[in-house]
């Protein structure tokens, strides 16, 4: 069973930085695609960000220019540093992991709370 643990989500004021971490166990993190989903309250789960295996990148365009996503396969773990946070940005976040063949993102972590004040 594959774990995915989030971190680093909190409250901050607008314009302000956050980043994300989520640890993953019990997985064969090189060969993953990861994301980052967020869902807000009264929303669908909607894509944040994502990376392929081999480092190819995608954004939603509501995160293109302020949200980076990387990985470090040494360390089975994923980020998310987001930037110029703004109020619609508060959710929870959730790190996703997709496994071949299919890569269809099906593990997901219990989430982490992001609060944007203005």
């Known amino acids: 069973q594959v774990q995915l643990v989030e971190s680093g989500g909190g409250l901050v004021q607008a314009g302000g930085s956050l980043r994300l971490s989520c640890a993953a166990s019990?997985?064969?993190?090189?060969?993953?695609?990861m994301g980052w989903y967020r869902q807000a309250p009264g929303k669908q789960r909607e894509l944040v960000a994502t990376m392929t295996s081999g480092g190819r990148t995608n954004y939603a365009d509501s995160a293109k220019g302020r949200f980076t996503i990387s990985r470090d396969n040494a360390k089975n773990t994923v980020s998310l540093q987001m930037n110029s946070l703004k109020p619609e940005d508060t959710a929870v976040y959730y790190c996703?992991?997709?496994?071949?063949?299919?890569?269809?993102?099906?593990?997901w972590g219990q989430g982490t709370q992001v609060t944007v004040s203005s």
């Open positions: 996703a992991a997709a496994s071949p063949p299919f890569y269809k993102y099906n593990q």
């Open positions: 019990r997985i064969r993190f090189g060969i993953y695609d």
